[in-house]
């Protein structure tokens, strides 16, 4: 069965300062990854996906994530945060059979 | 632009009673999912499909069932609601990516 853990509920970090929210993954054959964040009563935006090729992959909103196969993780990343970053993020994998499994979810806050 | 579109927004349920939350996309995608997140919990998969006439369960299948007769619509079906079944449910839909509707924000009393 296919897994995402997120270690961390929470993540505080000062505006400016750079963010890291932690996931790791448990999935048979090669993984599709993706992080989502979550605004207040709104639903899931996607950010950014690993499906092959450069391990580091850019996305939306100057945010970054880095595959690592043999620690399969996939740790997202933005060298400085903003007030405006604190949201509650997701990691997801999908495996071979198309099934789309999340984690618990990390609730960032930047402090101003 | 409509993307992923779920109705109703809200509902309120007695407990017992069944109801079907609308899902339909506008993007021609083969994959379509239904989660439920509870309060300061993650997202729990209920059930999938990947195309027009397949169906597979998710982690928490129990309770709801759904259908896939087109391409566009995946409906969920409660049948006798139980104050469990009290959550906020998204639909989504995509092909690599996912993308989430606004959610259905159900009350079971």
């Known amino acids: 069965a296919q897994s995402v853990a997120q270690p961390e509920d929470q993540v505080n970090v000062a505006e400016g300062n750079p963010l890291t929210v932690k996931c790791t993954y448990s999935?048979?054959?090669?993984?599709?990854l993706f992080w989502y964040v979550q605004y207040p009563n709104r639903g899931l935006q996607f950010l950014l996906k690993?499906?092959?090729?450069?391990?580091l992959v850019k996305g939306s909103y100057g945010f970054e994530a880095e595959f690592n196969k043999s620690q399969t993780s996939f740790h997202l990343k933005k060298p400085s945060a903003l007030v405006s970053d604190s949201a509650l993020y997701f990691c997801a994998v999908r495996g071979s059979d198309y099934k789309l499994s999340f984690g618990a979810g990390t609730t960032v806050t930047v402090r101003a | 632009n409509a993307g992923v579109t779920q109705t109703p927004k809200f509902r309120i349920l007695k407990i017992g009673q069944s109801m079907t939350l609308q899902c339909t996309q506008d993007m021609n995608h083969n994959y379509m999912y239904w989660y439920r997140q509870d309060p300061g919990m993650g997202l729990k998969l209920i059930y999938y499909s990947v195309g027009a006439g397949i169906t597979d369960k998710g982690e928490v299948p129990n309770g709801y069932n759904v259908s896939r007769s087109t391409t566009e619509d995946f409906p969920l079906r409660l049948e006798l609601a139980a104050p469990s079944q009290t959550s906020v449910y998204f639909c989504?839909?995509?092909?690599?990516?996912?993308?989430f509707g606004q959610g259905t924000r159900l009350t079971v009393v």
């Open positions: 690993y499906i092959t090729g450069d391990n």
């Open positions: 989504a839909s995509g092909t690599t990516e996912a993308f």
């Open positions: 999935v048979s054959g090669n993984p599709y």
